[in-house]
Structure formats: structure tokens, C-alpha cells
């Protein structure tokens, strides 16, 4: 899994876990190997989904109803963010206009045995 978001990365490794925005849901394989960019970091996340999002349209406007179809208000303080509004621009900058559906995903560090 690929985290584009400095911010994201960061809390991941502080935390053990993020929320995070994608255009997928969690499929097998549920685990999967982290990396910023090309450069793979070592360990894995467990990946599951929260709940499917409405996003953005095809034209790229924003769609207001995202955070009233989802509960992203709850989740913000736990995706990196400093701010729900930070976040939204954040899934504005990496999907907007890309993708009709979106799914909110928990990412957990797995601990190797």
C-alpha cells in the first residue's frame, strides 16, 4: 500500500494505524507491503474497510455530502491530518475527479512474528 501523504506515513508509524482514503476496497490479500512511492519501508499493514464514500463528480466538484454519507468527522483525528477540512483536501488533491466511488480503509501496522 502506497502513502502519498507525508502526513499519513507519519502517524502510521507514530500510531500503528491510519485511516486512510482509497478508490478500493480491502481485498485479499489483506496484508500488504507499505511503501512512500517506489521505495518499500519494511513492514506490512492489515487493511480493512470501513464504509464506501461518495466523492467527488466527473467535472471535479466538490460533493458536500461526503462527510454526511460518512462518518470521515469521527475518523479525521486519527488519518494524519491536522483538520477534517486539511483531510477533504487532501482526497480533493489524490482522487478528485478520478473515481466515482471512494472507501474509507483502516490501515494497522502487522506486528512479524
Known sequence: ????????LDYLRTHGMVYTVRHYPAKVPLARGTRRGHTFLGFKVQIETIVKLTMLNRDGEQDTSLVAEAPLGHYWRQSGFQSLEDWKQAIARQHGGKHRELYLLKATIVKEK
Do not use: R
Not at 1 to 8: L, R
Open 1 to 8: 500500500m502506497t502513502f502519498n501523504e507525508p502526513a499519513v
